[in-house]
């Protein structure tokens, strides 16, 4: 009997060819801006003691009441694969005895997560983020400089085109817990209508309720009280404080009173960029402060703020905007008979020594290698033919303009690294 034909487990998919590339592209861009901004990458555990996650997350959020992918090793200890780095990151700031002294520290990472959703477009069970972290700076220039690395990557990609700033502030514990009793309040008198989840977030985290996805609580939290009459006088100076800053940094924001973030440990600003472009996977980048995580990780007080964003979301707006990044188009080096194969491997390093993408084939005539360079796309064919070596030269075939010239080899290698050229 043949054995049966595997499938990628479900919910997780391969990076191959164009996928790849939008995925390379966006997460180099990222590393790129992020190392201009500051940051230095860090790279944490894939799994992590599920008390990590189970502590920070918050008891009520979806992420830590459904979607974990928890299990014990053979050791009977309780681990789960990440399903968002914040936690680790703070983690890890606490076991690597950083909290005291070089603070604030300013993190960028990149790499998979896990959640165990519902799999649809731009929604996976391993699908990966990158992320920035400040760690240990209390000041709203913080959060604005945070959100303006992130608007910086997507222009960098060229993606910010319908993509807006929403933001909003969920105060400090004063302005919260006024806030709280006051949504208790009104949804009280509405908890008949209320989903069965939310009935549940009623009781234990009411702000919970403005994130629901259920279309019957959509309408009520239409009418629901907003944070901004509750808010202390510190509370609001912060908020204005981040608008201000944002300005300066020229980012466009819009405030939407209604965004809530999934995980129970943030405080003032709460963001997320979003985009019509993507349907129900509208929100591309999402974050905000979160002064009580590293302390619940056995650190100090540490005020922190950062942002996640999902890379196949942003993989999926550059192929939106038709800007998939192009394989590299090779030089093809073609031997023709026996004593041209010794020259053309000493050229095809030389080329690629000299920074070029140089390909040879690993059998076939001049006819079958050049197949192969046209299927390749490469730009330019090199062909060397025992007469040409003995003369020291190399026929240049372009591949595009289907010109050929004949050059030495040294000025071939020169040639084809000029990039216009070739
Ligand atoms: P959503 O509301 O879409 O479920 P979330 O609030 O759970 O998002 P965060 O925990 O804030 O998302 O994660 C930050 C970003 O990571 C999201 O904005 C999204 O781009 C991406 N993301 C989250 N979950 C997934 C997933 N299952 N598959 C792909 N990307 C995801
Ligand atoms: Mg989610």
């Given at each position: 009997m043949a054995p049966t034909q595997l499938q990628p487990a479900r919910?997780?998919?391969?990076?191959?060819?164009?996928?790849?590339?939008?995925?390379?592209?966006?997460?180099?861009?990222?590393?790129?801006?992020?190392?201009?901004?500051?940051?230095?990458?860090?790279?944490?555990?894939?799994?992590?003691?599920?008390?990590v996650f189970a502590r920070s997350l918050g008891d009520t959020s979806d992420v830590v009441t459904k979607e974990m992918y928890t299990f014990e090793d053979r050791g009977g200890e309780s681990v789960t694969l990440r399903p968002e780095n914040t936690a680790g990151v703070c983690r890890a700031l606490v076991s690597n005895g950083?909290?005291?002294?070089?603070?604030?520290?300013?993190?960028?990472?990149?790499?998979?997560?896990?959640?165990?959703?519902?799999?649809?477009?731009?929604?996976?069970?391993?699908?990966?983020?990158?992320?920035?972290?400040?760690?240990?700076?209390?000041?709203?220039?913080?959060?604005?400089?945070?959100?303006?690395?992130?608007?910086?990557?997507?222009?960098?990609?060229?993606?910010?085109?319908?993509?807006?700033?929403?933001?909003n502030t969920l105060g400090d514990g004063p302005s919260r817990d006024a806030y709280r009793a006051a949504l208790v309040a009104y949804f009280q008198q509405h908890a008949e209508s209320l989903s069965a989840d939310s009935k549940v977030r009623l009781e234990k985290n009411p702000l919970r309720i403005l994130d629901s996805k259920d279309k019957g609580d959509r309408a009520l939290i239409e009418g629901a009280p907003t944070i901004f009459a509750y808010l202390t006088p510190e509370a609001a100076a912060f908020f204005e404080g981040v608008k201000r800053h944002l300005d300066r940094f020229g980012v466009p924001y819009r405030v939407n009173p209604r965004i809530v973030r999934g995980l129970d440990y943030y405080s003032h600003t709460?963001?997320?960029?979003?985009?019509?472009?993507l349907g129900a996977q509208g929100t591309v980048m999402a974050g905000g402060r979160?002064?009580?995580?590293?302390?619940?990780?056995?650190?100090?007080?540490?005020?922190?703020?950062?942002?996640?964003?999902?890379?196949?979301?942003?993989?999926?707006?550059?192929?939106?905007?038709g800007s998939t990044p192009a394989a590299a188009r090779p030089v093809a080096i073609i031997p023709v008979g026996e004593a041209a194969e010794g020259p053309a491997l000493d050229l095809l390093q030389r080329l690629r020594r000299a920074g070029v993408v140089a390909e040879i084939g690993y059998k076939g005539n001049l006819k079958r290698r050049m197949e192969r360079a046209n299927k390749q796309s490469a730009r330019a064919a090199l062909i060397l033919g025992e007469d040409e070596i003995a003369k020291g030269m190399v026929q240049l075939r372009n591949l595009d303009a289907g010109t050929q010239e004949s050059l030495t080899l040294a000025e071939v290698v020169a040639r084809v690294a000029a990039p216009a050229r070739g």
């Amino acid at each position: 009997m043949a054995p049966t034909q595997l499938q990628p487990a479900r919910g997780t998919h391969d990076l191959i060819g164009e996928e790849f590339r939008r995925h390379h592209q966006v997460v180099e861009t990222a590393r790129r801006i992020a190392t201009l901004y500051g940051f230095e990458e860090w790279v944490t555990p894939i799994f992590e003691d599920t008390r990590v996650f189970a502590r920070s997350l918050g008891d009520t959020s979806d992420v830590v009441t459904k979607e974990m992918y928890t299990f014990e090793d053979r050791g009977g200890e309780s681990v789960t694969l990440r399903p968002e780095n914040t936690a680790g990151v703070c983690r890890a700031l606490v076991s690597n005895g950083l909290t005291q002294g070089g603070l604030p520290r300013k993190v960028f990472y990149a790499g998979p997560m896990f959640r165990y959703e519902r799999p649809q477009k731009g929604r996976y069970r391993q699908f990966h983020q990158i992320g920035l972290e400040i760690l240990g700076a209390a000041e709203p220039l913080a959060d604005a400089e945070a959100i303006a690395a992130g608007w910086h990557i997507q222009q960098e990609l060229g993606i910010d085109d319908g993509t807006v700033l929403e933001i909003n502030t969920l105060g400090d514990g004063p302005s919260r817990d006024a806030y709280r009793a006051a949504l208790v309040a009104y949804f009280q008198q509405h908890a008949e209508s209320l989903s069965a989840d939310s009935k549940v977030r009623l009781e234990k985290n009411p702000l919970r309720i403005l994130d629901s996805k259920d279309k019957g609580d959509r309408a009520l939290i239409e009418g629901a009280p907003t944070i901004f009459a509750y808010l202390t006088p510190e509370a609001a100076a912060f908020f204005e404080g981040v608008k201000r800053h944002l300005d300066r940094f020229g980012v466009p924001y819009r405030v939407n009173p209604r965004i809530v973030r999934g995980l129970d440990y943030y405080s003032h600003t709460a963001f997320e960029f979003v985009t019509e472009k993507l349907g129900a996977q509208g929100t591309v980048m999402a974050g905000g402060r979160y002064d009580g995580l590293v302390e619940e990780m056995g650190g100090p007080p540490t005020p922190s703020v950062g942002w996640a964003a999902g890379v196949e979301r942003l993989g999926l707006l550059l192929e939106v905007a038709g800007s998939t990044p192009a394989a590299a188009r090779p030089v093809a080096i073609i031997p023709v008979g026996e004593a041209a194969e010794g020259p053309a491997l000493d050229l095809l390093q030389r080329l690629r020594r000299a920074g070029v993408v140089a390909e040879i084939g690993y059998k076939g005539n001049l006819k079958r290698r050049m197949e192969r360079a046209n299927k390749q796309s490469a730009r330019a064919a090199l062909i060397l033919g025992e007469d040409e070596i003995a003369k020291g030269m190399v026929q240049l075939r372009n591949l595009d303009a289907g010109t050929q010239e004949s050059l030495t080899l040294a000025e071939v290698v020169a040639r084809v690294a000029a990039p216009a050229r070739g």
